[in-house]
Nanobody, 113 residues
Framework: VQLVESGGGLVQPGGSLRLSCAAS????????MSWYRQAPGKERELVAG????????NYADSVKGRFTISRDNAKNTVYLQMNSPKPEDTAVYYC???????WGQGTQVTVSS
C-alpha cells in the first residue's frame, strides 16, 4: 500500500487549496479513505472520510461547510478541497486507508497572511 499526498503549501486565510492523495498497491475503489491532520503539539485528528463509492462522507465539526472530500476511483485518487481556510487549519495533512491502517507521508498546509 502506498499513499502519496500533494498540493500543500502556504495559503491566505479565506483562500482555497486542494490536496490530492494518489493511492497504489490495493484496489482503491473497494475501500473507504480518510484525511487526518496534525498540528504542532497536538494529536492527530480526523478531518474527513469518504466511503468506497463516495456516496457517504463525514467531517469534523471544525471543517464542516468549508472542506470537501471527494474521490476519483478511475484515477485512484482522493481529494480534500479546502475553502476559506483559517490559521487554525495549519497542520500536516495525512491520507489514510483504514482497512490497511496505512498512512501517507503527509503534506504541510500553512494558513497565514
Amino acid at each position: 500500500v502506498q499513499l502519496v499526498e500533494s498540493g500543500g503549501g502556504l495559503v491566505q486565510p479565506g483562500g482555497s487549496l486542494r490536496l490530492s492523495c494518489a493511492a497504489s498497491g490495493f484496489t482503491f475503489s473497494r475501500y473507504a479513505m480518510s484525511w487526518y491532520r496534525q498540528a504542532p503539539g497536538k494529536e492527530r485528528e480526523l478531518v474527513a472520510g469518504i466511503t468506497s463509492t463516495g456516496g457517504s462522507r463525514n467531517y469534523a465539526d471544525s471543517v464542516k461547510g468549508r472542506f470537501t472530500i471527494s474521490r476519483d476511483n478511475a484515477k485512484n485518487t482522493v481529494y480534500l478541497q479546502m475553502n476559506s481556510p483559517k490559521p487554525e487549519d495549519t497542520a500536516v495533512y495525512y491520507c489514510y486507508v483504514p482497512r490497511f491502517a496505512s498512512w501517507g507521508q503527509g503534506t504541510q498546509v500553512t494558513v497565514s497572511s
